[in-house]
T-cell receptor
C-alpha cells in the first residue's frame, strides 16, 4: 500500500529565502503526482501536476521534480513571500490510478 | 468560473439524522471523488466515480453512500451519521481518472 512521507513537517523561514520541500513515496509505480497548497480551514489549491513521463514542472516561482525510480518528489519555492505561508501537500496517484494518496504535509511559515 | 461547489460549508447535526452533502462541477469532468480530512490522518478517499452510474469504494467507505446520476453531480449521503464521521469533507473532480484534480472548498461536518 502506497505511503507518502513529507519532510520537514514544519518550516519557518524569513522572506526571500529559496526553499525545498521533500516528498517520498513507497511504491514507485505511480502514474502522476500532484502538489497542492492548503490554507487554514480552506480547500486545496492545485499547484503543479507532474505526469508520469515528466521529470519536472514549473509555474512561476514554483518548480516540482519527480524521480519515480527513487520514490521522490521535491517542490522548490524561489524567493519565498509571506503569502506562501500554508500547508503543502504531496499526492501521488495510487497504483490503480483511481485515487490520490496524500502525505501529511509540510506547514510553511514565511515571516516578513 | 471553473469550479467544484460543495454545500453546505458547515453542518452540525445529531447522531442518526440522515444528511446529504452536495457536490457539483461545471467543467464537464468525468471523474469525481470524495475525501475526508482528519488531524493526524491526512486526506483519505471515501468513494470515487469514473463516470455516470459507475462508482466504487475508496479507503474509508463505511457509513457513506454516493450516487452519480448526472455527470456534474456527486452527492455524499450519510444515512445514519455517527460522531466518528465528524470531519472536513472534500469533493474533487478531474477530466479523466488520471488527470489533475480540482477540489471544492470543503464541508465541515460535526455530528453530536
Amino acid at each position: 500500500k502506497q505511503e507518502v512521507t513529507q519532510i520537514p513537517a514544519a518550516l519557518s523561514v524569513p522572506e526571500g529565502e529559496n526553499l525545498v520541500l521533500n516528498c517520498s513515496f513507497t511504491d514507485s509505480a505511480i502514474y502522476n503526482l500532484q502538489w497542492f497548497r492548503q490554507d487554514p480551514g480552506k480547500g486545496l489549491t492545485s499547484l503543479l501536476l507532474i505526469q508520469s513521463s515528466q521529470r519536472e514542472q514549473t509555474s512561476g516561482r514554483l518548480n516540482a521534480s519527480l524521480d519515480k525510480s527513487s520514490g521522490r518528489s521535491t517542490l522548490y519555492i524561489a524567493a519565498s513571500q509571506p503569502g506562501d505561508s500554508a500547508t503543502y501537500l504531496c499526492a501521488p496517484y495510487n497504483q490503480a490510478g483511481t485515487a490520490l494518496i496524500f502525505g501529511k504535509g509540510t506547514t510553511l511559515s514565511v515571516s516578513s | 468560473e471553473a469550479q467544484v461547489t460543495q454545500n453546505p460549508r458547515y453542518l452540525i447535526t445529531v447522531t442518526g439524522k440522515k444528511l446529504t452533502v452536495t457536490c457539483s462541477q461545471n467543467m464537464n469532468h468525468e471523474y469525481m471523488s470524495w475525501y475526508r480530512q482528519d488531524p493526524g490522518l491526512g486526506l483519505r478517499q471515501i468513494y470515487y466515480s469514473m463516470n455516470v452510474e459507475v462508482t466504487d469504494k475508496g479507503d474509508v467507505p463505511e457509513g457513506y453512500k454516493v450516487s452519480r446520476k448526472e455527470k456534474r453531480n456527486f452527492p455524499l449521503i450519510l444515512e445514519s451519521p455517527s460522531p466518528n464521521q465528524t470531519s472536513l469533507y472534500f469533493c474533487a473532480s478531474s477530466l479523466t481518472w488520471r488527470g489533475g484534480y480540482t477540489f471544492g472548498s470543503g464541508t465541515r461536518l460535526t455530528v453530536v
